[in-house]
């Protein structure tokens, strides 16, 4: 290159073109936080070509030197601001009507694994407190015994990170649960398949549990208005975790690393839809559950509805375009 | 820049970046900062509504949603605190910030709030066993990545701190050496005044025995270099400087 800065010294260099790295340099801290005019934008796309020949001119000539260090912090710290993704209105709707049902839809084995899985446990707990109330004594929590035996509600979570642990254990509560039961899929899924069995045989003994003294109805009255929507949130928390295994386990022509990543950003998809509908769930259950205003078929119709829109929205015919 | 494992990527324009990969040392120091931040705003959140009520009582008395919000709010808070730090401000947590960290996408690119969110699920499975996962993965890993990092496609790089006045050099020292004038270029590479500045820069941190030594041996060494006579001790560190500022100057 024989630019005007070739030949001279790194100082020489420094001093003539300070002034327009620290103007690049203000420029983009500034862009970083508002928005600029038109004509500082276009001051700033200058600048930034003007540096990053700079940049490859101090590699060459002063490799090592604390100018190029500063010249590539420069460039990285403007790259970072120029080609940010833009959070318009637009991206989060498409976010919404095509990503996300995009991302659960193509992982229908990972969904149908999960909800297998929740069914089988479900079964199983229920079988056995049907055929042996004995059981119940091992795979429903004690406080709910003790309600049950007293004919009262109580208002514990469905979900349990440890199923067996009293209710006032530590990890119970459904975000735990549900960010678990992603996080294990690490564990090339295992993990993420024992924590569905065990909810579901939990749920299955409770429920088995409750119908055998009498109080069947009123758990499920209780239930219906948040279940369903914890049970989905459950559901696609697991798929995520699943997706991220399979990506594990087989990572198919890509390198392990770059598949799990691939899967990662598929999961963050499915967790934006699990942190909001467990919330949903969570202001249900204590709105609108315990309330004696609202008829169980009231709230069997909203927590059923509720569940369908959702499901339906996932999984349910495409919108025309996309 | 120090020798650690380096990020490389390449913008658009065909520019070449290397930037230094952060190690367990400064993101646990981050880390601690932001726990400590978290630690604080509910203190002083708690603090500031205590003079106007009763938490107790009044957290007793707000309907089962209100409670059911204030419980979720958090729990959720110290997730939140990352993943919203992260997505909005360049990577960086007022922890990494203060311990000069950022997390950038593996091509060097910012990170979004996809990112954001994935490498702090991530956090569930690793702080119940005390992050030991993620300390070894950092520690271990060609990339320094931990878990999260690794599904959400994450680097946390150093934010080095680079300071140009170190190229300002006071053309009056050249007053007492105007033998240097021109000479300069051939006893000091491009690299050569790098480490000079380094000395120039650094001596008021020596122990002053050392530091006349330096100044000597280097005075002596480079003067040789330069071919004119080497300066009395008492001048060597006034040699250096007109030979940096003769350097500075250029041709």
């Known amino acids: 290159m024989s630019g005007p800065a070739a030949g001279r010294s790194v100082a020489a260099f420094v001093r003539a073109r300070r002034p327009a790295w620290e103007r690049l340099g203000a420029l983009t ?15 700033l796309d200058r600048l930034y070509r003007r540096a990053a020949a700079d ?69 199983g707990g229920a079988l056995a407190v049907a055929l042996d109330p004995g059981a119940a004594e091992l795979l429903v929590p004690l406080p709910v015994r003790e309600a049950v035996a007293e004919h009262r509600m109580w208002t514990g979570h469905l979900l349990s990170a440890a199923p067996g642990v009293s209710g006032a254990a530590l990890l119970h509560n459904n975000v735990t649960v ?33 119908a055998i003294h009498g109080m069947g109805g009123a758990v499920l009255a209780f ?100 | 820049m120090a020798g650690g494992p380096v990020l490389e990527f390449e ?14 040392g400064a993101r646990a120091y981050a880390w601690l900062l932001d726990a400590l931040f978290i630690f604080l705003a509910w203190v002083t959140a708690l603090l500031l509504y205590s003079i106007s009520g009763d938490l107790v009582r009044e957290v007793q008395a707000l309907s089962i949603a209100g409670q059911v919000l204030a419980a979720l709010s958090v729990l959720l808070a110290g997730w939140g605190w990352d993943v919203a730090w992260e997505a909005l401000w360049g990577g960086r947590t007022p922890g990494k910030r203060l311990a000069s960290i950022r997390v950038v996408r593996s091509d060097g690119g910012p990170v979004g709030l996809t990112e954001a969110l994935v490498r702090n699920a991530l956090r569930a499975v690793e702080l119940p ?57 051939a006893a000091l ?24 030594r330096v100044a000597v041996r280097l005075a002596a060494a480079l003067a040789a270099r330069a071919s004119v006579a080497p300066p009395a001790a008492g001048e060597a560190e006034g040699f250096l400087e007109a030979l940096a500022a003769a350097h500075a100057e250029g041709r």
Do not use: K
């Not at chain 1, 960010?179 to 429920?207: D, I, K, Q």
């Open chain 1, 29 to 43: 801290a500034r862009a970083g936080g508002s928005r600029l005019p038109l004509a500082e934008v276009e001051e």
């Open chain 1, 55 to 123: 940049l490859a001119h101090a590699r060459r000539r002063f490799p090592g030197s604390d100018a190029e260090g500063y010249l590539a912090e420069l460039i990285a710290s403007a790259y970072r601001v120029l080609y940010r993704p833009r959070p318009r209105g637009a991206a989060l709707l498409h976010l919404l009507r095509a990503s996300i049902p995009a991302a659960c839809r193509r992982h229908p084995g990972a969904l149908g694994l999960a909800t297998a899985l929740l069914v089988t446990g479900a079964a």
């Open chain 1, 178 to 210: 549900a960010v678990l039961s992603f996080g294990l899929g690490l564990t090339a899924g295992l993990g993420t398949a024992l924590l569905l069995v065990l909810n579901g045989a939990l749920l299955g003994a409770v429920l088995a549990h409750a």
């Open chain 1, 223 to 322: 239930v219906a208005g948040h279940g369903p929507l914890e049970l989905s949130a459950l559901l696609i928390a697991a798929q995520a975790g699943f997706v991220l295994a399979a990506a594990l386990v087989d990572p198919g022509e890509w390198p392990r690393r770059t598949a799990l990543q691939v899967a990662g950003r598929e999961s963050a998809m499915l967790l934006a839809v699990v942190v909001p509908a467990l919330v949903l769930a969570a202001l249900l259950e204590a709105g609108v559950s315990p309330s004696g205003t609202f008829s169980p078929q009231a709230r069997a119709v909203l927590g059923l509805g509720l569940a369908a829109t959702l499901w339906a929205w996932l999984l349910g015919p495409r919108p025309s375009g996309g």
């Open chain 2, 11 to 24: 913008t658009p324009e065909r520019v070449a970046v290397a930037l230094e990969l952060a190690g367990v």
């Open chain 2, 129 to 185: 066993l005390a992050y030991a996962p993620a300390i070894l993965a950092v520690a271990l890993s060609a990339r320094r990545q931990r878990l999260g990092d690794l599904v959400a496609g994450t680097l946390v790089v150093r934010q080095a701190r680079f300071d140009l006045s170190r190229y300002d050099l006071p053309a009056t020292a050249l007053a007492r050496f105007p033998q240097l004038r021109g000479r300069a270029a």
């Open chain 2, 189 to 212: 590479s491009a690299e050569g005044f790098e480490r000079l500045a380094d000395f120039l820069r650094r001596r008021p941190a020596l122990e002053p025995g050392a530091r006349a």
